[in-house]
């Protein structure tokens, strides 16, 4: 049976976007209960063995010293990462490491930046995100005694990842000489590079264009301002471009939820929908690339990038199915000892 992985990011939902707008943040002690959830349930279910991410705050070391007396059949431990230097980077190599070592699957917790960064190292280690950040589209909000579950059933095959995982796609950005720079998984956004504070974008007036994969009237980020004028489903084989104007005279406001208890007023100039044949054009330059949420690139003056629909983005466990394949092929059942007769 092919081990698990677990990436816990001590820094989700921390960020100046929780604090600005009073919003709830997952404490590390919190995911630490998290873990051990899903733990519980992968032993019930005979997973053998499991890694997690080592941190600077080692919420991994206290979890195992919370089981180690407890769990009989897992195999638990950190993972043999050479050094933790309390960056993106231990999430980036811990995931390649998984991949390179055949994982089964990878839960990974935090939120939309946490899964990007991860995506870009797990290949086709299907991922299986838990949401404990501040924008929470791409990962689920979900108890994590399912998610043990669902681990269970992809480590030990019951439900293959053909039957169990969905592709999710990608927005590629490409530079002057077409080779992809970096990706998000659900929004890249253009923002003017002047005035930069935080990475963390959240002034509305300082956004120029927005791209998104996904687009619900339900999310919370800056993928809600495409669910208030054009909804999009996240496996609908389309991206969206909005062009944001605060001074655009042909244009239409929105108020929209782009953090916890933040609601802000955006301008829309335009909004047109994308394939993977139809790469867009970022007009507004210089300025500074957003990949989920945080500003990651710089773009000078004049510079040809490009945004580009990819299909082919991670695999994901869709846990609902993922369940149900495991609930119809008895994955659930124990072998009882057959009632005895009461004797009167």
Not at 69 to 95: C, F, H, M, W
Not at 280 to 286: D, L, M
């Amino acid at each position: 049976m092919k081990p698990v992985g677990i990436i816990a990011n001590p820094a989700s939902g921390k960020d100046i976007r929780r604090m600005i707008a009073s919003g709830a943040t997952v404490t590390n002690q919190e995911k630490q209960n998290i873990i051990v959830r899903i733990l519980r349930a992968m032993e019930a279910l005979g997973a053998r063995r499991v890694e997690i991410m080592p941190d600077n705050t080692r919420m991994g070391l206290r979890v195992i010293r919370e089981l180690q007396n407890e769990l009989k059949n897992i195999d638990l431990a950190l993972l043999n990462l050479p050094y933790v230097q309390g960056t993106q980077s231990d999430s980036i190599r811990s995931a390649q490491l998984m991949a390179e070592q055949d994982f089964a699957c990878i839960i990974v917790l935090g939120g939309d930046g946490t899964c990007r960064v991860v995506s870009k190292t797990c290949g086709e280690v299907p991922l299986i995100p838990v949401s404990t950040g501040t924008n929470n589209v791409f990962p689920q909000m979900i108890e994590g005694t399912l998610v043990g579950m669902a681990a269970a059933a992809i480590a030990n095959e019951t439900v293959t990842q053909s039957q169990g995982c969905d592709r999710a796609p990608r927005l590629d950005l490409r530079n002057q000489a077409g080779v992809v720079v970096d990706h998000a998984l659900v929004d890249l956004v253009v923002v003017d590079a002047s005035g930069i504070a935080s990475r963390a974008v959240w002034e509305p007036e300082t956004i120029k264009e927005v791209y998104l994969t996904q687009a619900r009237p339900a999310s919370i980020g800056l993928s809600s301002i495409g669910g208030q004028i054009h909804p999009l489903e996240p496996m609908s084989g389309q991206g969206l471009r909005i062009v944001l104007d605060v001074e655009s005279r042909n244009g239409f406001e929105i108020t929209c939820p782009i953090a916890p208890g933040l609601m802000k007023t955006v301008t829309v100039e335009t909004y047109q929908t994308f394939d993977t044949h139809t790469p867009q054009v970022i007009n507004f330059t210089p300025c500074a690339v957003a990949l989920d949420g945080e500003r990651e690139v710089m773009i000078p003056t004049n510079a040809n990038y490009t945004v580009n629909f990819n299909k082919h983005g991670p695999l994901v466990v869709n846990i609902e199915r993922t369940l149900g394949l495991a609930t119809k092929s008895n994955f659930l059942m124990g072998k009882a000892e057959p009632a005895r007769q009461r004797s009167r």
